[in-house]
């Protein structure tokens, strides 16, 4: 039970940090399960115990429901789940009619299919307050399923979060990473609302990359804090000034009797170092972004650690501007520069994505200078 309670205790502020004031669904158990409703008052209330609140219309038809089973499990909607909200949020309906859902583990309420998260809990006090009741849950267990952006309510509308960047959080051991993603914040936010695409800023840490920054519309989940392998075909542009040592090591992830491709890769960072950029138009990166992300979730279990090794076997050339043309222009998946500190050392890589399938040469390369210089930007904090 100890146990149980500390890993617990360790998600909390995770999923906590998922709480974005807006629409929620706190359905009930068993036989109640018609009878789920939406609230847009949830809160983290203490970590320590884990304490939650959230605040009824003292008129609902719905709460008196939830007070006498003693218990609800909230669900945080996703930002593509607006329909939804408006169900749950209408009187005189089965709420639940069509609606993918799983029991939660101490509930037995509901957990919504596509929810961001979800929080299981049993009522501990419900004070009245007003018109409405303030009531405070304790939490039995919780998760974050689908880390993407919650659907927010503003105005009489239903919306999606949205922040010009996002820079990794502070945490002891990580100085360095949060000044770097600090310094890189406002250069890559203007830049994303020059180009309007998702930047990137990953930064090496050991034998891994940490995403420490992201600016513009994130393609999928947050990234942010994300780890992934310091391997390729993943990092280039900070290994290439690394010197040879740092680029054995980099290779060494490798089976060794891949000799063609480790001569290869070589060659592209041969090519990186004169022209100080790259692109990728190979439709495998998007399959290596994919695989990085899911990396970053789980971990290098074993199956993404052989998918990793298929993919750096079967990824393409890294292309440069003798290579890019009208109609490969379409295909281009991402652009990455290097930034350097004082002592000519790559300490971040700045990459965009989310280049538009009838981008030409010309539109690519005016992207890339842009990148090219915000990534002098930052490199003139340093």
Not at 62 to 68: M, V, Y
Not at 265 to 280: C, K, M, Q, S, T
Request: charged share 25%; aromatic share 6%.
């Amino acid at each position: 039970m100890l146990g149980r309670t500390h890993r617990r205790s360790r998600r909390w502020p995770s999923t906590s940090s998922r709480l974005a004031a807006g629409p929620q669904t706190p359905p009930l158990p068993g036989t109640l399960l018609s009878r789920g409703m939406a609230v847009g008052s949830f809160a983290s209330v203490s970590l320590d115990p884990p304490l939650v609140t959230f605040l009824p219309d003292r008129t609902s038809s719905t709460f008196p429901l939830i007070r006498d089973a003693g218990r609800f499990c909230v669900n945080v909607l996703s930002s593509t789940q607006d329909q939804l909200c408006r169900t749950f949020a209408t009187r005189g309906q089965d709420r639940f009619d069509s609606v993918d859902w799983e029991p939660a583990p101490f509930s037995g309420a509901p957990r919504l299919s596509g929810s961001v998260a979800w929080v299981d809990c049993e009522i501990e006090v419900v004070h009245e307050a007003g018109d409405h009741y303030i009531v405070v849950g304790r939490v039995h267990d919780l998760s974050v399923d689908n880390p993407t952006s919650p659907l927010l309510f503003f105005q009489g509308g239903y919306g999606m979060f949205a922040l010009p960047s996002l820079v990794l959080a502070s945490r002891e051991g990580n100085t360095e990473h949060v000044r770097l993603a600090e310094l890189a914040r406002e250069p890559m936010e203007r830049l994303t609302r020059s180009v309007g695409m998702e930047c990137r800023a990953l930064a090496p840490d050991g034998d891994r990359l940490l995403v420490v920054a992201t600016a513009g519309a994130a393609s999928g989940a947050d990234p942010v804090g994300g780890v992934i392998p310091f391997s390729p075909p993943f990092g280039s542009s900070l290994v290439a000034w690394a010197g040879d040592d740092a680029v054995d090591a980099w290779l060494s992830e490798y089976p060794d009797s891949a000799d063609d491709i480790r001569a290869d890769i070589e060659a592209d960072l041969a090519r990186l170092r004169e022209d100080g950029w790259y692109l990728a138009a190979d439709e495998k990166t998007r399959e290596g972004d994919v695989l990085a992300m899911q990396i970053s979730r789980w971990g290098r279990t074993p199956r993404l650690e052989k998918s990793l090794h298929e993919l750096g076997s079967r990824v393409g050339r890294l292309m440069g501007p003798r290579d890019l043309d009208d109609t490969n222009a379409r295909e281009v998946q991402m652009v990455s520069v290097p930034v350097f500190d004082k002592s000519g050392r790559a300490v971040l890589q700045l990459t965009l994505y989310g280049f538009p399938s009838d981008s030409t040469r010309a539109s690519i390369l005016a992207a890339k200078d842009r990148l090219v210089t915000a990534a002098a930007e930052v490199t003139a904090k340093l």
